[in-house]
């Protein structure tokens, strides 16, 4: 009995060096400029950061956050990008952008309705190779109707970026390597 257990914890820890997990640093830079960005932040980095959990070492993206606030790096060259995370020690870098939200509203006699549309940005860099493996901006108009004359822009958003962060974490569970 001992030996089997002895036996079956040599082979769990031999399957555990197999495969030594790769270290990323995600950064999500909310630029949409919405008296409800924080919420919205909040749901995109649960969101993305169960694509990462238990596949990868998440590392710390606090201390870079300051250089992306504010800043869009949808165009931003690949040097410029990897510049503001220099040093992490990361072997890859998921940067995320959730671009300025439009919004629409449309009314009738009868109906309300309000149309959000907005966009992300997922850049997946390489850094132990120096290379860009995926960039994508998605796109996505959300909307809804009622007939009691409110709906709040802040759902709606919130729906559009469900939607849009469905999009990049397929992209990631694909795109990024193990």
Do not use: W
Request: proline letters at 2%.
């Amino acid at each position: 009995m001992i030996f089997v257990f002895f036996t079956a914890a040599c082979e769990a820890e031999a399957a555990k060096s197999l495969r030594q997990k790769s270290s990323v640093l995600l950064v999500f830079n909310n630029i949409a400029g919405t008296r409800y960005d924080e919420k919205l932040t909040q749901i995109a980095l649960e969101k993305l950061q169960k694509k990462i959990e238990g596949i990868y070492l998440e590392i710390d993206a606090e201390p870079y956050g300051e250089n992306f606030k504010e800043k869009s790096f949808e165009k931003a060259s690949f040097a410029e990008l990897t510049a503001q995370v220099d040093g992490c020690g990361a072997d890859y870098f998921v940067y995320t952008e959730l671009q300025p939200i439009t919004k629409e509203t449309h009314f009738n006699f009868i109906y309300f309705d309000k149309n959000v549309e907005t966009g992300l940005v997922l850049r997946i860099v390489d850094l132990k190779n120096d290379k860009e493996l995926y960039n994508k901006k998605y796109l996505i108009k959300a909307e809804d109707s009622t007939d009691y004359f409110f709906i709040g822009s802040g759902s709606v958003a919130q729906k559009a970026l469900d939607a849009i962060l469905f999009r990049a974490g397929e992209a990631i569970s694909v795109k990024l390597p193990l």
